[in-house]
């Protein structure tokens, strides 16, 4: 057995957002996408423990594609995990004020992002993709549709409709 960690190490940060895409347009929920990419690393980093991995990117995808039929398969969910959570799990009240930022203002934010990311979750998971897509990983129209294969005037629709429908709501929360 071989320490590779270094090597694992440069290796996840080239090859995550590859990854985390293909996992997002290929997992038939949102939610699930965490566990799948978790799965994957430490499937590859048992792997990687024992021999020498060349392309790296394609042998990743073949166990997150794997790992996702495997999940679809799956009748019970064993664990929910919200990737909302992720974007404050690194911050702390210190950090907040010590950056003299607002606090109050951080919060509403966060309870915002999560309103919006709550009634996304009610939403057909290919809207959920698209959202993701786009807002997370900053893919055009064209390349969600690729990606989805579906067409580039339903990405806009999910889009703009879901924004109108969100921006609706939003506002109406505002008003109480």
């Not at 996840?12 to 997992?27: A, F, G, Q, S």
């Not at 429908?165 to 008003?175: A, I, L, P, Y």
Request: with cysteine; charged share 35%.
């Amino acid at each position: 057995m071989i320490d590779r960690t270094s090597e694992f190490t440069r290796i996840y940060e080239e090859t995550y957002d590859d990854v985390l895409k293909y996992v997002v347009c290929h997992c038939a929920r949102l939610d699930d996408v965490n566990e799948i990419i978790q799965e994957t690393y430490l499937a590859f980093y048992r792997a990687l423990k024992y021999r020498e991995i060349r392309d790296s990117l394609p042998y990743l995808i073949g166990i997150a594609k794997n790992k996702i039929k495997k999940h679809i398969s799956l009748l019970a969910r064993f664990k929910q995990v919200s990737l909302s959570a992720e974007v404050y799990d690194d911050v702390t009240v210190d950090e907040l004020l010590a950056d003299e930022t607002n606090v109050e203002q951080e919060v509403m934010i966060h309870l915002e992002a999560e309103e919006v990311w709550n009634r996304l979750k009610k939403k057909k998971p290919v809207i959920q993709k698209v959202f993701m897509m786009y807002f997370y990983f900053e893919m055009t129209h064209k390349e969600i549709a690729e990606a989805l294969k579906i067409p580039e005037s339903t990405v806009k629709t999910y889009l703009y409709r879901t924004l109108l429908e969100m921006r609706k709501v939003m506002k109406t929360d505002d008003e109480r």
